[in-house]
């Protein structure tokens, strides 16, 4: 499958960023997942594979100011943001020198400096935060943006209406991110939504809504930066809905059998991350060889990363009573 | 006779009991029939009584219970799933405001006979949003029956209970417990709601329990045994309406109270239990009651810390100890 041709325009070095950072997090994740069966990683380890797009195509078009929220399948979306992944690594081990501490976990990544507001593992729960931002945002007259992701099951709670309502009542520079993966843990969409059309859901709320392939890393770009521009000069909010895929189940626990072997395969020939390579390939003469550099360069900073983990302690006991209060 | 299976099996048999038996009762609540439950309470429902009677939802916990309280309203008997106990959160103000209060504000005209089933533990390493233990909130609401089985046999006796209760019931699971073995008996039985059960008879020293903590407290009993005391175990299994005659029954014959709890001490269910027990059995004491809860923190992922901030078994053995003057 092609990639898009209408786009914005980006420098080589961009282009090359970007598939670097969609390596880099699927190669975590991969790596993550061999942890967690190893036994190094516990609770839950909602993968994002399929999904890496999405985040590098939307956080790529940010300034490091601007704010990102998450929900609990926040790996890629926190290493996008610029956290280094040695501090995701090690949080997910429960190490003291995790990004939270080893007290949040894989669903409660918070990288305040970066702009990384969480890992919320509460479905839909990230919506209503989304708001509060915008809102010290606007008061504090500075033009910075936040963008929310969010998945297709979160559309159906409470909390998504009524942070559309407010949000668009009041004007705030919210990008509010519908990561459409067609299933919320083993529900598909038309089972859970009266419209399977999700994007309408935005329609009542009167906010300016877009869709885009979120397989395609260059379209996702392209629609963010035209967003996040309209966000930050107009102050005002907007929807987007990027169709993706999760090549796994909802968790590593998962095996995923509401799926066909056959659907899997389909979503999988239209990889975000192979399709970027052919396109640097064919359009930037990258040879061969400069992706196998690339690929050592990432391998190594994950198994940096693990090496990190894997050697910091874990907290100590008097860590349990430490931030309870300010 | 008797058979041995998990709590999960014998609350998916009394699912499966309770359904054949009355058509009204429906279970309902996320990923309920095509995957079975998220911890496979409901695993084979959808095949046996199809999906008018098993549906699954979308993800919304408050139009969820606000589903189960309106079908209860006119006459069915639903069963709702909430997944775990942290989500009921997004749905208090319907638990709370509708479905407790609605038959005391009709002049007793409604009846709300609505299950709402919700797993809740630490230990699984899930994080502070995901590993609560909040039955110390619903048991505060006087119309709302809370139940805690710490057994398979209980928790198949109980929930049929509850199902054929007439009132809200939130049916409290524990997520470490659902692959516990246990004996069940053959046939149809019902364990009565509202009632406590002496698990294990002792004189020295009660000690009172529910959930996971009940199962460490009969570990501790045991080890206490090899240390020369002899402590009873008293199992609270519903702890709204709570059983106050058994558990002062039990201190007032061995004169000592220690009560595991897994939530938070400050103002959780060992602050009940503690206070009936005083009104109750002050002149029996031999000892202050003491408690032994969790941390009182949000919950820690990093295992180390979260296995910190959990009761062990060792915290029981040794407040018994203590308060046996043995420490
Ligand atoms: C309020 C709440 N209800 C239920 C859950 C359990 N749960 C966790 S993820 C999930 C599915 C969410 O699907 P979606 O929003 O589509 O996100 P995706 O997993 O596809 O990224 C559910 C039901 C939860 N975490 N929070």
């Known amino acids: ?326 | 006779m008797a058979q041995t299976i998990t709590y999960r099996e014998a609350l998916n048999q009394a699912l499966r009991e309770e359904m054949r038996r009355d058509s009204n009762i429906l279970v309902l609540g996320e990923d309920v029939a095509a995957y079975g439950g998220a911890f496979k309470v409901t695993e084979g429902l959808l095949q046996e009584f199809g999906p008018e009677r098993v549906i699954d939802t979308p993800i919304s916990e408050e139009a969820i219970a606000g589903t189960g309280i309106g079908a209860a309203m006119v006459g069915l008997r639903p069963v709702v799933e909430m997944m775990t106990i942290n989500f009921t959160t997004l749905a208090m103000d319907q638990i709370v405001n509708h479905a407790v209060k609605l038959r005391y504000m009709s002049g007793g005209q409604i009846k709300i006979p609505l299950v709402i089933r919700a797993a809740q533990a630490a230990g699984l390493q899930l994080g502070a949003q995901h590993s609560q233990n909040l039955e110390s909130w619903y048991a505060h609401v006087p119309g709302l029956k809370v139940v805690a089985p710490s057994v398979p046999a209980d928790a198949k006796g109980l929930l049929k209970s509850a199902i054929r209760d007439g009132n809200p019931v939130m049916f409290i699971e524990h997520e470490a417990l659902y692959n516990a073995k246990g004996n069940v008996p053959d046939g149809e039985y019902l364990t009565p709601l509202a009632k406590a059960e002496v698990k294990r008879q002792g004189k020295d020293v009660t000690i009172i329990s529910y959930l996971r903590t009940l199962i460490l407290a009969m570990k501790a009993a045991e080890h206490l045994a090899d240390l020369g005391i002899d402590a009873e175990v008293v199992d609270v299994r519903t702890l709204r309406p709570l059983d106050t005659e058994t558990i002062v029954g039990s201190v007032r014959k061995t004169h000592r109270a220690v009560i595991v709890e897994e939530d938070w001490k400050s103002v959780g269910m060992g602050a009940e239990i503690s206070a009936r027990i005083l009104e109750g059995a002050f002149d029996y004491l031999d000892a202050p009651v003491m408690r032994v809860a969790l941390a009182e923190v949000p919950m820690p992922y990093s295992k180390p810390l979260e296995q910190l901030a959990v009761p062990s078994q060792d915290d029981i053995v040794m407040a018994v100890r203590q308060i046996m003057g043995k420490a």
């Open chain 1, 1 to 326: 499958m092609a990639i898009s041709e209408k786009r914005a325009i980006l420098t080589k070095n961009e282009l090359i960023s970007m598939y670097k950072e969609m390596l880099l997090i699927r190669t975590f994740e991969e790596k993550a997942a061999e942890m967690y069966t190893r036994g190094k990683i516990g609770g839950f380890l909602h993968l994002y594979s399929g999904q890496e797009a999405v985040a590098v195509g939307f956080i790529s078009a940010l300034r490091p100011d601007d704010y990102v929220i998450g929900a609990y399948r926040e790996h890629g979306q926190c290493i996008a943001k610029g956290t280094d992944p040695k501090y995701v690594m090690a949080e997910l081990f429960g190490k003291v020198t995790g990004i939270s501490k080893g007290k949040g976990g894989s669903m409660h990544l918070f990288d305040i400096e970066k702009g990384f507001l969480g890992g919320h593992g509460i479905v839909g729960g990230g919506m209503p935060l989304a708001v509060g931002v915008g809102l010290a945002i606007k008061y504090k007259k500075e033009d910075k943006v936040c963008i929310c992701f969010f998945g297709d099951g979160a559309v159906n709670e409470g909390a998504f209406h009524e942070a559309m309502n407010m949000v668009a009542l009041w004007k705030l520079p919210v990008i509010y991110v519908l990561e459409n993966n067609l299933y919320g843990m083993g529900t598909p969409i038309y089972r859970a939504s009266s419209i399977p059309d999700l994007i309408r859901r935005a329609s009542c709320y009167d906010i300016e809504r877009e869709q885009v392939d979120g397989m395609d890393v260059l379209a996702v770009r392209d629609t963010a930066e035209r967003s996040i521009r309209l966000a930050r000069e107009h102050s005002e909010p907007r929807f987007i809905e990027a169709i993706t895929y999760r090549y796994r189940g909802h968790s590593v626990a998962d095996p995923g059998q509401y799926r066909t072997k056959e659907e899997v395969e389909e979503w999988r020939k239209r990889d975000p991350i192979v399709r970027m390579e052919k396109y640097l390939k064919d359009n930037l003469f990258i040879t061969d060889d400069d992706l196998i550099a690339i690929r050592d360069e990432v391998n190594a900073k994950v198994q940096e990363a693990v090496d990190f983990a894997e050697s910091s302690p874990f907290p100590p006991p008097d860590a349990l009573y430490e931030d309870v209060y300010a």
